[in-house]
């Protein structure tokens, strides 16, 4: 298995997003065998959202110091309203950052997670991004485990004598992630019993073939972050929602969901004086002379978005 594992070198400064789950121990333990126990630093974070969060930091703690890897815990403010899952996540990774300090951070994703996270994006957001899945590596988060399933990782502590937690929410219908862990996913095996396999592998397909649509984007911006309205009209549908997409999120500084499904309408404003309108994830399109941008959106509380182009005559 530890010829497998991704992204994770010799000497290489690390830090591990640990759960105390399985994937995350195994994750843990080969980190520490590959790159060392000095180059690894283990972050847990006790949300304090469970009754057994604090049995999950004491286990977390006893298996950092069976393995000799230093770890740092932090225990946020739980939010008063808010998607709680969404809190979390930007909490685990936020301090992971600053502990990693431009260093790679280490996620326990498997090629199980993968899966499911491809077929909760597909129903809930129609669109190339949401089939092409986790990659090994995005900016300083890897994800080591990709090329193995939660079976074996389960074998694999089970070998190595490695204990973990289980969280019982990963199993809770409450969670859209867990009816499809728990619900989807069994049926589509009823439907081909290599239903998982054949997912990972069409999204293998559509990572290289977007590296392809990417390329053509980057040619028709030529490194700039705006384009003529009048170019943008004369490009193909499908290329036209993409040089959208990819301005937007680079707008906001990451992906701006559904944006490029609004590709016409932006196609669509006027190229003289200036015109705007307000895009889904706090963006704006801008045209100004003919020349399209897009910016952050931003407003008051309490006012409401408008889909609505706004234009002003020069």
Request: net charge neutral; charged share 30%; glycine share 8%.
């Amino acid at each position: 298995m530890i010829e497998r594992v991704l992204e994770l070198e010799p000497g290489r400064g690390v830090v591990v997003l640990y759960s105390g789950g399985r994937d995350s121990t195994a994750l843990l333990d080969l980190a520490v065998r590959i790159a060392g126990r000095d180059s690894v630093l283990a972050l847990h974070v006790n949300y304090g959202l469970r009754d057994d969060a604090a049995a999950d930091e004491q286990h977390c703690a006893e298996m950092c110091r069976r393995l000799g890897v230093a770890l740092e815990v932090r225990r946020p403010r739980r939010p008063e309203s808010g998607n709680l899952q969404a809190w979390a996540r930007d909490v685990r990774y936020g301090e992971a950052a600053q502990l990693a300090d431009g260093g790679d951070v280490a996620a326990g994703h498997t090629a199980t997670d993968q899966v499911e996270t491809i077929l909760y994006r597909l129903a809930s957001s129609p669109s190339l991004r949401a089939l092409l899945g986790m990659r090994p590596r995005e900016g300083p988060l890897i994800r080591p485990l990709l090329p193995f399933t939660r079976e074996q990782t389960t074998a694999y502590c089970s070998e190595r004598g490695l204990e973990w937690r289980e969280d019982t929410s990963n199993v809770s219908l409450e969670f859209a992630r867990a009816r499809v862990r728990e619900q989807l996913v069994p049926a589509l095996r009823t439907v081909h019993p290599a239903a998982e396999e054949n997912v990972l592998a069409l999204a293998e397909v559509l990572r290289d073939e977007a590296d392809v649509l990417e390329a053509l984007v980057d040619e028709v911006l030529g490194g700039k972050q705006e384009i003529a309205l009048a170019q943008l009209r004369d490009l193909p549908a499908a290329l036209r929602r993409l040089v959208v997409q990819r301005l937007a999120d680079a707008a906001i500084g990451g992906p701006a969901a559904g944006v490029g499904r609004r590709a016409e309408e932006v196609a669509a404003l006027p190229t003289h004086g200036r015109a705007s309108i307000d895009l889904p994830r706090g963006v704006r399109a801008v045209v100004d002379h003919g020349i399209l941008h897009f910016v952050r959106r931003t407003r008051e509380r309490g006012q409401r978005e408008s889909s609505t182009p706004i234009i002003k005559k020069k």
